[in-house]
């Protein structure tokens, strides 16, 4: 069975590829949210996912002559976005690494968070709580999360943008999932 997203992207992609800058607008609507969703929550960011979503789409611009339907075109993309990612979490690796520690007396406490209300606060309470777990895991692990449960890539397509195997795309989720039931409190069923 053919994929129609592949085959429409593939044809995008060509006419990109001859000078149509309507199907390069076409892509760039296309792939934008999703994009700027997985990069926010691999970042942790919105920002910085807003940046580096802009980043992405310059670098496939400039690539976008040399590609070839080796991969889905989303793979290659997610390929782009999640390199660039990796270098701005290195980034800010080596910004706190640097960063000198404040004297308490500078610090401010921390402000308790409003007794919710409403549904809607709780909801927001609970996504706050998944997105502090996914920053607990470490880059590759938040890695194949988001791109396997909130992206909907297969376990084939992320070995592609990660550059593993599928064997270890599928250990990375295992633990991963395990690491974010305990980090939210869920207990394991029994198996």
Wanted: proline share 4%; net charge neutral; charged share 30%.
């Amino acid at each position: 069975m053919s994929d129609p997203t592949r085959s429409e992207d593939l044809a995008l992609v060509r006419r990109v590829q001859r000078g149509d800058a309507a199907a390069l607008d076409l892509l760039v609507e296309r792939y934008h949210g999703p994009l700027s969703q997985f990069l926010e929550r691999l970042l942790g960011d919105a920002e910085t996912a807003r940046e580096v979503t802009q980043e992405t789409f310059l670098r496939m611009m400039g690539a976008v002559a040399r590609y070839q339907p080796r991969a889905k075109f989303s793979t290659w993309l997610y390929t782009i976005a999640t390199n660039l990612a990796r270098d701005e979490l290195r980034r800010r690796q080596t910004r706190a690494s640097r960063a000198t520690e404040l004297d308490d007396a500078d610090r401010e406490p921390l402000a308790e968070p409003p007794t919710p209300l409403a549904e809607a606060a709780l909801a927001q309470l609970e996504r706050d709580d998944i997105r502090r777990a996914l920053r607990s895991l470490s880059a590759d692990h938040r890695e194949a999360v988001v791109l396997h449960y909130y992206q909907g890539l297969s376990y084939k397509e992320i070995a592609s943008v990660c550059g593993c195997t599928v064997g270890t795309v599928g250990s990375r989720i295992h633990y991963a999932v395990r690491h974010l039931r305990r980090h939210l409190g869920v207990q394991e069923q029994a198996e």
